[in-house]
């Protein structure tokens, strides 16, 4: 891990001024933000670990828990809300089998919910890592959810 870590770093040139990119690409790397990932990046670039932390924890994309290899955003903006986002997300936790937040046991999941993503004449929407699904209904969660089961 600390090998991969140290390439990301170099990448940036080791300039603290890149600490949010250098935890994208982490995080691409790993699905979440390792805390030795986190400790050694501390270490590289001769910051404080506290520094590290409050912009791993400051933005709502970086998670410090494991993550499953596909991560389900469900939007909850007010257009998706008013078109039954709610009834989607509880689809998609009976078919998975978790609540929102959480990461299914096979670490194939992990369920979360955003704000807005900004589709809102397509609503209600679910992304699946890059992937986004508009017009969400109860019957398309299933189909959805098996393009990305293994």
């Known amino acids: 891990m600390t090998d991969k870590v140290a390439a990301i770093v170099k990448k940036y040139g080791s300039h603290s001024s890149q600490l949010v990119s250098i935890l994208q690409d982490i995080q691409a790397e790993y699905n979440y933000l390792p805390r030795t990932a986190l400790d ?13 932390y409050s912009m791993a924890t400051f933005f709502r994309a970086f998670s410090l828990k494991e ?9 909850q903006g007010t257009a998706c809300h008013v078109r039954g986002a ?3 997300l509880e689809a998609l936790e009976r078919q998975l089998g978790v609540e ?10 992990t369920l979360e919910t955003v704000n807005c993503m900004g589709c809102c004449a397509t609503g209600p929407v679910v992304k699946i890592d890059d ?15 098996s393009k990305f089961k293994e």
């Open 40 to 52: 050694k990046l501390s270490k590289k670039l001769d910051i404080p670990q506290s520094h590290v």
């Open 100 to 109: 929102r937040g959480q990461t299914t046991a096979d670490r194939g999941f």
């Open 67 to 75: 993550r499953g290899k596909h991560i389900c955003n469900v939007c």
């Open 86 to 88: 709610d009834l989607i």
């Open 131 to 145: 992937e986004f699904f508009g017009h969400m209904t109860n019957d398309k969660v299933e189909p959805m959810l």
